[in-house]
């Protein structure tokens, strides 16, 4: 791959990463550009402290929106709907869907999901990279577990091989 391709592929991905968490285009290129101007991004695959501070920085701009919504959040009492026994994924499910799903969530939970389910960060660290308490964070990552689970599953009646979450890059 040349190198301007990588650099390119590297500042999309960045872009992407910012937008799941920010929902906020104009936002996520400002914070990309940033990046782009003082990191070497031909790295492959991405640095993963480039990748660290990259959503340090990301969560320390939409602060003000975390806070208001882990407010509400902290104020809601816990769902206790849970899915069907046998549920799963449709094997058809994109990582459109997926994206649309993450980006209809109040802020809090998507990112309490995606850095303890996507990124694979440890709750203690994304309490830390969130500045909220640890058990706030876990309420947001099973609040957006269950959003994400009841906008995307099958019934278990529906016949369909079941698609895994790792396909989507989701580390256990």
Request: net charge negative.
């Amino acid at each position: 791959m040349e190198l301007q391709e990588q650099y390119y592929k590297r500042a999309e991905e960045l872009y992407c990463l910012a937008f799941l968490f920010t929902g906020d285009s104009e936002l996520s290129v400002n914070l990309t550009i940033e990046t782009i101007a003082s990191e070497d991004l031909v790295a492959a695959p991405l640095n993963p402290s480039i990748r660290t501070n990259f959503i340090a920085k990301v969560l320390a701009r939409i602060r003000r929106e975390l806070l208001i919504s882990a407010t509400r959040l902290a104020s809601t009492q816990s769902e206790e709907d849970v899915p069907p026994v046998g549920w799963s994924f449709d094997p058809g499910t994109t990582r459109a869907q997926i994206e649309s799903v993450l980006l209809a969530m109040d802020i809090f939970p998507r990112c309490a999901l995606l850095l303890t389910a996507f990124e694979g960060v440890a709750l203690t660290d994304a309490s830390i990279l969130m500045k909220s308490d640890p058990e706030l964070v876990l309420k947001g990552r099973i609040t957006g577990l269950r959003s994400l689970t009841r906008s995307l599953a099958v019934p278990p009646c529906a016949k369909h091989t079941p698609v895994f979450l790792s396909a989507f890059g989701v580390r256990a």
